[in-house]
């Protein structure tokens, strides 16, 4: 198994790094000494490789399968890694009102290169496809309801709609010998978005409520600024990350142009001994212009994320289930890492527990307060926990659950997330 993976490792490190790969033993005048990792000791030039069933999901999506492959190259002088590639073909299937069917498919790779070409630039380029049926759209505010009258023909409900699209990617980090580093972001992207006759949506595109219903291809250019101080990218235990960003977008169709301010601010900071770690992001949106109704449910100019609820927002509301021109979302977690890594066959295995409290909001526009988000507070929050699991260095997986009082209309019912990587 061992030297499967390190056959595999060096035949695409060869064709994809500038230079020889270095063997898994450090060479003598080598910069950097092994490091340690629980019971096993990473050489400072290695290959890690996994390749894993893509088994998951959540209460969004339903259960997922397909396969995922990632694997990082290390190198002494290249931080985080030398490269790294991702890559995972699934799709889902849930049962609903209209049975046990397939619901979305996911299609993407993503290559991440600090240096590539030059030293002071780091490129992390994503291509991805995806189709989901159970797409949903409840309309513009904090204060949107359920539509319940009676489905659509094939949607489950009357809030749903179906989403595909096709997205290029590229985020460039440039340093310029300050303390912050430059961001350029680049999307290009063919969106065609299709309506349930008698949805929810398809009522706001007659009404003329929305745009964006039509297909079209959408370029966005974004810039700003990045500030990293995090001690790990993958599992940071210290530091901060702060990313504030602008970009423009324009479409091709229903004159679709629209602009974006983001910020997001991260932070780590250990609480009396590193194994237990409280982690917090703020993230704030906001859009002006002629605004697609699917940006309406996002926000991020960097990494695009859809807010307020979903996997990557406020756990356990349903995705798409707010939305607007502007939106704040804070995620706060606490984890711990309460026993020692163990090793598993050729890898070494940390194991987490983490717990979690997300709030956040939208506006329907920045004349505060109006009747689509009403006159209170009006806060969105979700609380949960789970764990995470971390293969070496570059591979972590989380299971988590979530409650919130818009889960599922209310019902009491949580939110189950089968995610890679860290939330933040």
Known sequence: MARLRTFVASLLATVLTAGPVLADDAKPGDDAAPVPVGAKVLKPNR???????????????????????????FRPGFKPYRWRMDAVAAMSVKDDVRGLRAVQQYHGVR????????????????????????????????????????????????NQYVTENVRLRGLFRIQVG????????????????????????????????IIGNEPGFLETLGGGIFIDRRDNEFVPTKGFFY???????LGTQQDIRFGEVSVALQHYA????????????????????????????????FDPLILVGGNRGIRGIPQGRYGGPLKLVNNNELRVTPIPRFNVLDWSVRVGMLGYFDAGRVFSNYAYPTAKDGHEIGLKYSVGGGFFFQWDEA???????????DTLGGRGIPSFYFENGMLF
């Open 395 to 405: 591979t972590v997986f989380r299971v988590e659950a979530a409650y919130s009082p």
């Open 243 to 249: 990313q504030l960003g602008v970009s423009e977008t």
């Open 270 to 301: 250990p609480l009396f001994t590193p194994n237990v770690v409280f982690a917090s992001r703020m993230i704030g949106s906001w859009k002006f212009g002629n605004i697609p109704f699917y940006e309406l449910q996002t926000g991020g100019v």
């Open 178 to 209: 300050l303390p912050f580093e430059i961001a350029i972001a680049t999307n290009l992207r063919y969106e065609f978005p299709t309506l349930y006759p008698g949805s929810t949506l398809a009522d706001d595109a007659a009404a003329h409520r």
């Open 47 to 73: 290959n890690e490789l996994i390749i894993v069933p893509a088994l998951g999901g959540n209460t969004d999506i339903g259960v997922q399968f397909g396969a995922a492959t990632s694997i990082a190259h």
């Open 111 to 158: 290559f991440d290169v600090p240096q590539a070409i030059w030293p002071w630039l780091r490129a992390d380029m994503r291509l991805n496809f995806l189709r989901a049926i159970d797409y949903e759209w409840y309309g513009i505010g904090n204060r949107t309801g359920l539509d319940n009258r009676p489905p659509p023909q094939d949607a489950a409900n009357a």
